[in-house]
């Protein structure tokens, strides 16, 4: 897409003058749209010369990766809420997810399930052996770190 000149939304001064000198521009941009809607977009925006070398136009070649950037969005905010704020069925929503969203969301569920779990577990029985239950057991299928927990 060819765009005026004036159309070049970038970010500061630094890369205003980078893009003044003829140098093009690559990264992710938030962009909001007539009505409202924000919507991220992975872009290049490269200054197009004339013969006397004075910018006239701005190729921009752009692919919307907004919902990349709400699964971003959402595992930062998931992996705030169990490990910050101790908040251990925190999980994702991963029910519209397709292709590599849905295996990153999977991914992202089965750790937390991994840790909590057994933690859980732990949390369970020390409750049991505090009221003074000296019968329970940790008995979940742990491997590696989390069964030396057990």
């Known amino acids: ?22 140098l093009p521009q690559v990264g992710e941009f938030k962009r ?3 009505r409202g809607k924000e919507v991220w977009i992975q872009a290049v ?26 699964l971003l969005m959402d595992i ?7 490990g910050t704020e101790g908040n251990l069925s925190a999980r994702l929503e991963a029910s519209a997810a397709t292709g590599d969203s849905k295996l990153l969301a999977d ?3 089965l750790l937390l399930d991994s840790i909590s779990n057994p ?9 049991q052996l505090a009221k003074g239950n000296l019968t329970e ?14």
Do not use: C, W
């Open 32 to 34: 909001v749209t007539s």
């Open 45 to 70: 925006y490269a200054p197009v010369k004339d013969d006397m070398g004075r910018i006239t136009k701005v190729a921009k070649i752009a692919t919307d990766i907004t919902a990349q950037k709400k």
């Open 76 to 82: 930062n905010k998931v992996i705030v809420q169990a």
């Open 107 to 109: 991914s992202v569920n």
């Open 137 to 150: 057991k940790f008995d979940f299928d742990a491997k590696g770190d989390i069964k030396k927990l057990g």
């Open 119 to 127: 933690v859980l577990e732990i949390n369970r029985v020390v409750e």
């Open 1 to 22: 897409m060819l765009i005026p000149v004036s159309y070049t939304h970038l970010r500061d001064h630094e890369t205003r003058a980078d893009f003044a000198n003829g």
